[in-house]
């Protein structure tokens, strides 16, 4: 049996994250531990993460180790600052969900679009997309659009004004390659963006997830 801690931020996601991967990796059993810490999302800044956040992460990282999983897994994008500065500290592999949907929308294009509610992920993700473009030789200019309203709604309870206000904002994007939705609330809209753009949409859950199988499969090999 295969151990996966996964840190969450948001009700919706730790409800199904951990169901979605199990579907995924049917042929292996699996044992998920899932931790909810909404103030992660909330004490940000425009890097992602205030001072006091970092240690926050810290100590539930630490503390998320003691359960001896195979891979921890965070689900919130907001917090992939942090988890590049504190991986090291961690004896435990960590996946950040937007890991897989930065390398892949690399691979894809160099006009990227990211469709946000969280103002505290905007920068960070930008950086990471351009670390990597830098790296495959490409100049990659990733354009934020915004809807921070919409994540009010959210943690209201009111997901059809969050989907609403998202697709709103998913209209004003023009002159891009693909669409990339680094937040793990968004993706049940994926295929609408799609279709309104015109552009190939990129969602976190499913690339992690994808991800996370081939570590759990290769682990199951090795």
């Known amino acids: 049996m295969k151990k996966i801690a996964i840190l969450h931020t948001i009700k919706d996601v730790c409800l199904s994250f951990g169901n979605q991967l199990k579907s995924a990796v049917p042929e292996e059993e699996l044992a998920i531990y899932d931790t909810l810490d909404e103030f992660l999302a909330v004490n940000t800044n425009l890097y992602g993460f205030t001072p006091q956040n970092i240690n926050r992460l ?27 500065r504190l991986r090291d ?21 160099e006009k990227i679009a990211v469709l946000a509610s969280a103002p505290g992920l905007v920068k960070p993700i930008g950086e ?71 552009l190939p949409t990129l969602s976190c859950p499913e690339l992690c997830i994808e991800y996370l199988r081939e570590l759990i499969t290769s682990k199951q090999q090795g």
């Open 128 to 198: 990471k997309l351009a670390s990597l473009g830098a790296k495959s030789g490409k100049e990659v200019g990733p354009v934020s659009y915004l809807c921070p309203e919409a994540l009010v709604n959210l943690r209201r309870g009111d997901r059809a004004a969050h989907d609403r206000i998202v697709m709103e904002q998913a209209a004003k994007i023009k002159g891009q390659e693909i669409v990339i939705l680094p937040q793990a609330s968004m993706a049940h809209l994926a295929g609408e963006i799609e279709a309104s753009t015109g």
């Open 58 to 84: 810290y100590l539930i990282l630490k503390a998320m180790e003691l359960e001896e999983p195979d891979i921890i897994a965070c689900t919130c994008t907001t917090m992939s600052a942090g988890i590049e």
């Open 89 to 109: 500290m961690i004896s435990v592999p960590i996946v950040a969900i937007d890991d897989a949907l930065c390398l892949k929308a690399v691979e894809m294009a």
